[in-house]
């Protein structure tokens, strides 16, 4: 079992920044990776950052060079920088983990972004 928990979203104006943080309670070289996805309203979830164990990192195209996912290993932490944001970046983001091939989710933060 993997609980992660998500803190740091809120409502930002266009163009600015927020950054997301999720603590897993195992240490996080024990997953196969670690990741962001969002979901907005009547979307389907989308993959928005991930980490590999390696410390290798991917981004879809929509993020790429605005976000950046990072990770403390002596906290069991990852985090997402979140910069240049736009509305269209409103969703609520999960936290994702996988060990051993089951997949473990956060409760979700609401990030909302006004034009």
Known sequence: ???LVESGGGLVQAGG???LSCAASVSIFRLNAMGWYRQAPEKQRELVARISRDGSTNYPSAV???FTISRDNAQSTVYLQMNSLKPEDTGVYYC???LYGFDYWGQGTQ???SS
């Open 1 to 3: 079992q993997v609980q």
């Open 17 to 19: 920044s927020l950054r």
């Open 64 to 66: 790429k060079d605005r």
């Open 96 to 98: 994702h983990a996988n």
């Open 111 to 113: 990030v909302t972004v």
